[in-house]
């Protein structure tokens, strides 16, 4: 990695400072492997490195003229460094700084994302195993299907967020490419080695062929991980907008002293948070997509990635850390109604044991079909009734003739449907 200087936040990364201030350590490392190769005088590296600085009100004034970043870039230094400018850039072009520097600042901010994705974790894994046995509904197609818990419910996004990181830790493998290839990326004015310094004293290791530019397919592999990654963070904070519903509450983003849920209605508490990194996914899915634009460029390289790229890799790593962070403070903060939860699994007033029924059913010798025609017709009943299922269960004549009463009660046993929570826990690593 960079050592001249300390890793920055997120915001920092994308900086005109902070790229300005890579993109000079990139010439000075070239300089250096060119004076090793005996291109440029040891003295004159010497040189650059005392006065090499640059100023980013100074390259916006030069760029307003020239319409072009590096050689404005360029100019600013040069006019630093004065007559041994002439030794920096040398056989290089401005492809060779802004892919490589743009490789370190998504080096930099994945590093920041992994450690966002590591807190989420240890969060998730702190408050699953708090609710391991924590009984709840767990719904299909938003219908009462059969008991789980909500520990399982808080695992099941932990094991996601674990797969996030290792997702993103390929793919911050795959964008940790540099190149110093020059022109059509023949490396027709110099030397390999260059390459292979300077990307080894950035951290990064040198694309095996480039063309001016490195391929997009990289970026977009690294975009498309951001994409997923939120796409997880939304479907987690959906699945807790549901739970918050009024006719189920149980859960709910924690509702701080003072704060208003609508202009109209005080008795308002909006699963606000939730909604907003749900929204805010989609930005990142939608600049995956423009990666993916990005790919097809005219022969050894064109520019139309370019104007693209300089808002959307920025803005969805920005984005990310954001709603990473914002969805650690939800889950950490996160008001949990075990009391609901028993509540709202009864209300079928029986049903969810329906499989139980029919299982032990078949096994005491009931054709499968003719066990579930009998269970279906009784809760349809119940539906309809709203009477006990157990107790409609036990009034059938057909199913009487192969279950006792006691056996019948032994299969609407809450613990039995929750009995291997503990083996699928340490089966996630919790």
């Not at 075990?338 to 096994?363: C, D, H, R, Y």
Request: glycine letters at 6%.
């Amino acid at each position: 990695m960079i050592t001249r200087y300390t890793r920055p936040e997120m915001g920092n990364v994308w900086t005109e400072e902070n790229k300005f201030r890579i993109w000079l350590e990139i010439e000075l490392l070239a300089c250096e492997a060119q004076a090793q190769l005996g291109v440029i005088p040891k003295e004159a590296v010497k040189t650059i490195r005392e006065k090499a600085k640059f100023d980013v009100k100074r390259i916006d004034e030069i760029e307003q003229e020239t319409k072009h970043d590096v050689i404005a870039f360029l100019t600013n230094v040069g006019e630093h460094v004065a007559p041994d400018s002439r030794f920096i850039h040398l056989g290089m072009t401005s492809s060779d700084i802004l892919d490589t520097g743009l490789a370190v600042q998504m080096r930099q901010s994945a590093e920041l994302l992994l450690n966002d994705l590591q807190r989420l974790s240890d969060v998730l894994a702190r408050r699953a195993k708090e609710f391991k046995h924590t009984i709840m509904v767990g719904r299909t197609h938003g219908i009462h299907a059969e008991p789980t818990t909500f520990g399982l419910k808080l695992a099941m996004w932990y094991d996601e967020t674990r797969r996030n990181i290792e997702r993103l830790e390929k793919a911050l493998k795959t964008i940790s490419i540099g190149q110093i290839s020059g022109a059509v990326g023949t490396y027709g004015h110099l030397d390999p080695f260059v390459e292979k310094f300077v990307c080894e004293k950035l951290g990064l290791k040198p694309a095996p062929i480039s063309t001016q530019i490195l391929q997009r397919d990289l970026h977009a592999e690294f975009m498309t991980t951001l994409a997923i990654i939120g796409s997880s963070v939304e479907k987690f904070a959906t699945e807790i907008r549901h739970l918050q519903k009024t006719e189920v509450l149980e859960a709910e983003e924690y509702f701080s002293k003072g704060q208003k849920g609508s202009s109209a209605m005080p008795h308002k508490r909006n699963p606000i948070t939730c909604e907003r990194v749900a929204g805010l996914a989609r930005v990142l899915r939608g600049n995956a997509q423009a990666a993916l634009e990005n790919v097809t460029l005219w022969h050894e390289r064109d520019i139309t990635h370019s104007s693209v790229e300089r808002i959307i890799i920025p803005d969805s790593c920005i984005l990310l850390d954001y709603m990473i962070a914002t969805f650690t403070d939800i889950i950490d903060k996160l008001i949990v109604y075990p009391e609901n939860m028993k509540k709202n699994l009864e209300l079928t007033n029986g049903l969810i044991f329906s499989q139980a029924v029919l299982l032990a059913l078949t096994t005491k010798g009931m054709k499968r079909e003719d066990a579930y025609s009998a269970i279906q017709r009784n809760a349809m009943e119940v539906w309809q009734s709203k009477k006990n299922f157990r107790d409609v269960l036990k009034g059938d004549k057909t199913i009487k003739s192969f279950m006792k009463n006691g056996e019948l009660d032994d299969l609407f046993n809450l613990e039995k449907s929750i009995k291997q929570v503990d083996y699928i826990f340490e089966r996630v690593g919790l």
